[in-house]
Structure formats: C-alpha cells, structure tokens
C-alpha cells in the first residue's frame, strides 16, 4: 500500500470510525499538528477525535479529494453528524451538521511528521443554527 493510501485509511479510520489507534499507529513520535489555534501534539488531536464522536452521533468523514506530491499529502474532507452532545460550549441542537476542511500532511519513513488543517468554526455553527455568540462588550482603545 502506497503512502497516500496508508493515510487516508489510517486518517479515514480514525476521524470517520473513531478507530484512533489507526492514526497513532501512523503518526512520528514527533508529529505536530498546526492549527489558527496554535500547535498539538497528537493526544490533543486524539482527544478532539473523541470529543467529536462523543458529540456527533454517527458522525462520519467522507474524503473528497487527496493528493501527494513528494513527501506531501492534501486532503480536502467533509465531516457531518447529528449534534446530540456537548460541543465547544454548545449543548446539543440535535440538527445534523456539515463542516469541510482540508489537511496538510508531511510524512517521512512511512509516518506522518506534520499536519496542518485548516477548516471554519463559524461553519461547524452555523450548522448548529447558532449565529449569536453571547454579549461581547467592545472597548475602545
């Protein structure tokens, strides 16, 4: 099995089935993911992998395209799932929810080294149909 092959099983597994000793079978004891909230190592991103099956019934992870190109992988992927749990402060909504996003991952001797994701928050809510954060007080410098 090629290396694209090996991590988009072992990605899909992980994220789609929840089987996330697929993906820390497939990650360098150094991998870092890079995110607009910063860096995580990878038992932060097994627990958001957690957090999200827990939060999601029958959420799932469909890959919409992938490519490599040396010792880089891209992955554009959709994720969906009825929101029947706690999920980043929100309490369950019970609509089903749609977010997209894309992973870029570098690899070396057949392990992933690095990834960055990029995807929207305010899509992820907007699904939920929460379009109000709450009060935030602006002051004026």
């Known amino acids: 099995m090629n290396m694209l092959s090996r991590i ?3 990605w899909s597994r992980a994220w789609g089935e929840g089987d996330t000793g697929a993906f820390e079978r497939i990650v360098a004891k150094d991998y ?9 190592g990878l038992p932060e991103v097994i627990r958001q992998i957690e957090d999200s099956h827990a939060a999601f019934s029958d959420f799932k992870v469909r890959i919409l395209y992938a490519i490599e190109d040396s010792d880089l992988i891209a992955i554009n992927w959709e994720s969906y799932g009825k929101h029947t749990g706690t999920f980043m402060d929100v309490p369950p909504t019970q609509r089903v929810v749609t977010v997209n996003g894309a ?4 690899h070396k001797d057949g392990l992933i080294t690095e990834e960055s994701v990029v995807w ?6 907007s699904s939920m149909n929460i379009w109000h954060l709450g009060n935030q007080t602006r002051s004026n410098p």
């Open 8 to 10: 988009i099983d072992a």
């Open 32 to 40: 870092v993911r890079h995110s607009k909230t910063g860096e995580e």
């Open 103 to 106: 992973s870029f991952m570098r």
């Open 120 to 125: 929207d928050p305010r899509e992820l809510l």
